[in-house]
């Protein structure tokens, strides 16, 4: 009974060692495995309509259609009683503002119409939404060890992720199911000394193209919790 007892401590020992022993990488790639298990996203061809809903503000309707190996990106936005349009060709760029091509200075600085916005709305999109399979893009420093955390009432895998100074310069922190390494919410800072930032959590999934995305996103600030925004994934 004795050598059964010691026999099974030392498997035991095993086996929870091995789960300590997750590198970074090995998580990361098992979330990518998980959510883009064919390698769609770099590729990606297609459409998805996003809904923001956002307190005090009418709803925020929009359409991104992406063809990454041309390089092309359009997003068009319905709010209120206006409609907005960015395109991406390459080094062309193309603005509508209720469906005309042409509008004043003020309407631009106003709707912010420009084609600096155009491609800030291009990186945003390509960014949360490739999430994590974003996390192997280059610049993007993870460090080199991974932890469990409680965050929100529930023991993740967290890695920490910075960037080199061309690409970003805010602190961000990836959490993943222990059990799917499914991505089920990030945070980020500017300074993580004033705790400012927020974070996200992660609900429900969407299946495009292949890819396991994160259905819903719900927006906090790390100071208060307060509550910033939801925004939805829907069917076109």
């Known amino acids: 009974m004795r050598n059964l007892l010691l ?20 998580i990361l790639d098992k979330s990518i495995s998980y959510h883009d298990p064919n390698g769609v996203w770099g590729s990606f061809e297609g459409s998805f309509n996003v809904r923001m809903d956002t307190p005090e503000r009418p709803p925020r309707l929009s359409e991104i259609t992406m063809d990454q190996n041309e390089g092309r990106f359009r997003l068009h936005v319905q709010q209120g009683e206006d409609e907005k349009t960015y395109e991406l060709n390459g080094p062309q760029c193309t603005l509508h503002l209720n469906g005309k091509e042409g509008f004043s200075e003020a309407d631009a600085k106003t709707h912010r119409l420009t084609c600096e916005s155009a491609k800030m709305y291009r990186d945003y999109y390509s960014y949360l939404y490739g999430l994590p399979m974003k996390l192997r893009d280059p610049g993007t420093r993870i460090s080199p060890e991974a932890e469990k955390r409680t965050f929100k009432g529930k023991e993740y895998w967290v ?25 089920e919410a990030y945070q980020f800072y500017h300074d993580k000394t004033k705790n400012d930032g927020e974070y996200i959590m992660l609900e429900g999934e969407f299946l495009l193209n292949q890819m396991r995305l994160p259905k819903t996103r719900h927006w906090y600030t790390n100071r208060d919790a307060k509550h910033l925004g939801t925004d939805i994934l829907q069917d076109l």
Do not use: H
């Open 159 to 183: 890695l920490e992720v910075t960037y080199d100074p061309e690409v970003g310069k805010d602190l961000w922190y990836f959490y993943f199911d222990p059990n799917s390494f499914a991505m």
């Open 7 to 26: 026999t099974l401590c030392f498997l035991s020992g095993i086996f929870m060692g091995s789960s300590q022993a997750l590198s970074p990488r090995q």
